[in-house]
């Protein structure tokens, strides 16, 4: 469903992203993981259209985003980090403003939002502006109409930053229960390694723009003689503290490569 190849990122004398490779099946859910600054919103950037690779290539259901740009939207739908709603409109208003943005027909988007705010237990404040949401009310709806359109592909980019226990269990049993019914592939980014331990499938592990090891939770705790996840994240990246102003200078040298560009 998405196979990525030598894919590689560069703004002016910097390389967020070097060369790397892997592929995603149909239905798995994969757990793209690394520390601040690894490189990893570079790489999501790419594969969701908003940056165009330096070279390397993308494919996302047999499409390069880009080649069809448009085409390999619809594939796909997105939760970023930042909230993206809008808050002064109801839960229902949104997903329908997304609906209409997508082309989705009138029957099908009614029933397709009904459907899924069901799904997501915001059925019954569906009239309620979002501004009232709790923040997992706000993740839960965002995942919802990142749904609507049917995409094949779902990408979560820290979904549960800022969540409280109770809604990240939550979130993440309708994720399942989604990737279950429908067999849609998650693409999931997040700093909570007992949450990629039990809804991931496969994990990658990427630092310093490169991508250094893949498999399951089993397979990278077996390869570093470790009892959980973080302690094998921690094996592969450091345990050193980055540095956040260098990261911070990094990020900023990103975006003012890709203004001028």
């Known amino acids: 469903m998405i196979r990525v190849d030598n894919l590689t990122k560069t703004f002016g004398s910097f390389t967020a992203v070097k060369g790397i490779s892997f592929d995603v099946a149909q239905g798995e859910i994969f757990a793209f993981l690394g520390p601040n600054g690894a490189g990893k919103t570079t790489t999501i950037k790419m594969l969701t259209t908003i940056l165009r690779p330096t070279s390397g290539t993308i494919e996302l259901d047999g499409l390069n985003p880009a080649h069809h740009q448009i085409a390999a939207r619809r594939k796909f739908g997105i939760v970023f980090q930042d909230p993206s709603l809008d808050i002064e409109q109801t839960a229902f208003e949104n997903m329908e403003l997304h609906g209409v943005l997508y082309n989705v027909p009138r029957k099908i988007r009614a029933e397709r939002i009904e459907q899924l705010l069901q799904t997501f237990e915001l059925w019954d404040r569906r009239s309620d502006y979002v501004k009232q949401f709790s923040g997992g009310m706000k993740r839960r709806l965002e995942i919802a109409r990142g749904l609507l359109h049917s995409p094949k592909i779902l990408f979560l980019d820290e979904p549960t930053l800022g969540l409280d226990p109770q809604s990240r269990n939550q979130l993440w049993t ?11 592939t998650i693409f999931l980014t997040t700093h909570h390694m007992d949450e990629v331990d039990r809804v991931a499938h496969r994990i990658a592990i990427m630092d310093h723009g490169q991508l250094i090891t893949q498999g399951t939770a089993t397979q990278l705790k077996a390869r570093t003689n470790t009892d959980s996840l973080e302690d094998a994240f921690l094996v592969f990246t450091g345990s050193s503290l980055r540095d956040e102003s260098a990261n911070s200078s990094d ?4 975006l003012t490569q890709m203004w001028r560009s």
């Open 174 to 184: 309708h994720v399942k229960h989604l990737n279950k019914t429908e067999n849609t």
């Open 251 to 254: 990020q900023l040298q990103q």
